[in-house]
């Protein structure tokens, strides 16, 4: 009995990686800013760590320079699959509103690494500069406090994706460095081109002659 047991104890994967790779799948990501051990192990240890991941169709991806590593779908097993779609990885679908926060946070995030350098931490953003960027797309929704409490409520659905921490003291918020790999920038731009073609739309003269003219006939 004792002789099974220590057979067992020496074929399980070593405890710090199995903790590791527990940590990666409750929360999708290990950033090394935030979990420095758990992030050394998995990166020094990726054979290990995909090994466990494989029978699952996930693998680790891994951005060094940003200190940041992250669960996705093993494409060359399921290449129909949004990588953030696979069933084991917390992640949901994002509505409208939410992608659009989404896309208009990727672009802060990206001028700030290319001031700032790839990999610079604190990307940080008021809530009083992101108020009228959301307002050019989603309208205005008839107040401040409104509008305030719309945006509160769609970044702290987004910091349940990892993407944004809670407003600070002074009311900024950190984008965080997933935003580059769960946001698709050719998506994202699409999504803010047919945005900005509806507003045209909306506001156009043509638009107005033709609401006028069906208002006439009515």
């Known amino acids: 009995m004792v002789e099974e047991n220590a057979t067992s104890s020496e074929t399980r994967t070593l405890k710090k990686i199995r903790e590791a790779t527990q940590e990666l799948l409750k929360y999708g990501l290990l950033e090394e800013a935030s979990k420095p051990n758990l992030y050394r192990v998995v990166l020094t240890h990726p054979e290990e760590v995909t090994r466990i991941l494989e029978p699952l169709d996930l693998d680790i991806g891994i951005d060094e320079i940003r200190g940041l590593l992250y669960v ?17 990885v917390r992640r949901q679908r994002l509505n409208l509103e939410q992608s659009l926060l989404v896309a208009i946070l990727r672009q802060h995030f990206v001028a700030w690494e290319q001031e700032s350098g790839t990999g610079a931490s604190q990307a940080q953003i008021a809530i009083d500069d992101l108020l009228p960027q959301l307002q050019i797309y989603l309208g205005d929704p008839g107040s401040e406090s409104k509008e305030r409490t719309r945006l509160l409520t769609l ?64």
Do not use: C, F, Y
């Open 72 to 88: 996705k779908v093993r494409l060359d097993e399921t290449p129909e699959q949004d990588e953030w779609s696979h069933p084991l």
């Open 155 to 218: 970044l702290d659905q987004l910091k349940g994706h990892g993407l944004v921490t809670s407003p600070d003291a002074h009311e900024r918020i950190v984008i965080r460095p997933i935003i580059a790999h769960l946001a698709d920038p050719m998506n994202l731009q699409a999504l803010l081109a047919w945005l900005r073609e509806q507003i045209a739309r909306q506001t156009s003269p043509d638009n107005a002659s033709e609401k006028d003219s069906s208002e006439e006939d009515v």
